[in-house]
């Protein structure tokens, strides 16, 4: 008998299981992630990610003075939980959102794939879709408005929203600068934790030169923490920088 044909494939296993045990493996539903976001994270910090909006627990939102959208108009009124970085981007590693699965079939036998069928078939996703790490408050025109475009820089383009900076042109979008690092974080995170996400070279350096341009701040490193306690896994990417900030 090779040993090797035995004991590579056994380093090979538990190498992608630690990897992958680095995330989130203790809450697969985005429904209860979002409770606990709201009950038990941002209970004492509404405000959303983009905009700086302040929100109360009925998620009533007091929109920026200024602020103003020409689409989503009802959605303006809602605070949404955004994935940072967009479940599309996770999503299409999965063979089920790509091709589907002989159990995606609909009540009137018609097959469907994406987002539904990943989430009903493929329990690592719903981790990742669920990952507190990754969920920010949003008023619901931004979310709804952003999509899933990538961020980059858009220095010819004007804020979509008024006050709030957010810019969003051709499936791209650059988000206001206080929000950069948490996102630049966010991203780090997601890309250093699942293996089922890589960002391309030229996102990396952006969300690099992010981090270091819009430092941690003492509410990022609650929130991580109470996401830590309440998931069971850290954002070590933002624990170190708050560490090294003294939070």
């Given amino acids: 008998m090779n040993i090797n044909k035995i004991v590579l494939p056994l380093i090979l296993f538990a190498f992608s299981s630690s990897a992958f045990s680095a995330g989130n493996t203790t809450n697969a539903s985005f429904n209860k992630a979002k409770k606990m976001l709201e009950r038990k994270v941002y209970h004492d910090h509404r405000v959303t990610l983009y905009c700086d909006a302040p929100f109360d627990a009925k998620k009533n939102i007091n929109l920026p003075s200024g602020f103003k959208t020409e689409k989503h108009k009802k959605r303006a009124k809602r605070v949404e939980w955004e994935h940072v970085v967009p479940a599309q981007n996770f999503g299409q590693a999965f063979s089920e959102w790509r091709n589907g699965d002989s159990e995606c079939v609909n009540s009137k036998g018609k097959s469907f794939k994406g987002r539904k069928c990943a989430e009903k078939m493929n329990k690592e996703y719903r981790y990742m879709q669920a990952d507190m790490h990754n969920l920010f408050p949003a008023i619901g025109a931004v979310n709804a408005t952003r999509s899933n475009y990538n961020f980059t820089m858009l220095p010819g383009e004007k804020s979509n929203f008024g006050s709030c900076d957010m810019r969003i042109d051709k499936q791209k979008a650059q988000p206001?600068?206080?929000?950069?690092?948490?996102?630049?974080?966010?991203?780090?995170?997601?890309?250093?934790?699942?293996?089922?996400?890589?960002?391309?070279?030229?996102?990396?350096q952006l969300m690099q030169a992010w981090d270091k341009q819009d430092p941690v701040s003492k509410w990022e490193c609650v929130r991580s923490k109470r996401i830590e306690k309440l998931q069971g896994n850290a954002n070590t990417i933002v624990n170190s920088r708050c560490d090294t900030a003294g939070f």
Avoid: E, F, H, N
């Fill in 176 to 204: 206001p600068v206080a929000s950069r690092g948490r996102i630049a974080r966010t991203y780090m995170y997601m890309d250093s934790t699942y293996p089922k996400y890589k960002m391309s070279k030229q996102q990396r």
